[in-house]
Nanobody, 121 residues
């Protein structure tokens, strides 16, 4: 399984951005997909976990973000809205075999290389 993120870039505060995580090699039906982000100088944090059509957020989760699946394209999207400077980070998607709310930093089986999101004014 290979994962590739796309859709990052520059956006102004209050703007929106949609990131894509495209998988090749195996269907995403058998995996939970986690979105993580890492801000400069900080650790990598879970943003959301998508599995079986449901999205799970960590306790500190950001409800400005939503996820969705394009099954024919084997792609999971992270839709981000009302962005602010604290959302500036490299965003990674990762896959873990199984289903449910199982996305953890140490538990993912596959990782993409990340895509950079910069919120600037």
């Amino acid at each position: 399984l290979r994962l590739e993120e796309s859709g990052g870039g520059l956006v102004q505060p209050g703007g929106s951005l949609r990131l894509a995580c495209t998988a090749s090699g195996v269907s995403l039906d058998y995996y939970a997909i986690g979105w993580f982000r890492q801000a400069p100088g900080r650790g990598r944090d879970l943003v959301s976990c998508f599995s079986d059509g449901a999205t799970y957020f960590p306790d500190s989760g950001n409800r400005r973000f939503t996820t969705s699946l394009n099954k024919p394209w084997n792609t999971v999207y992270l839709q981000m809205s009302n962005l602010n400077s604290e959302d500036t980070a490299t965003y990674y998607c990762a896959a873990r075999a199984g289903s449910g709310n199982i996305c953890t930093l140490s538990g993912m089986d596959y990782w993409g290389k990340g895509t950079l999101v910069t919120v600037y004014s």
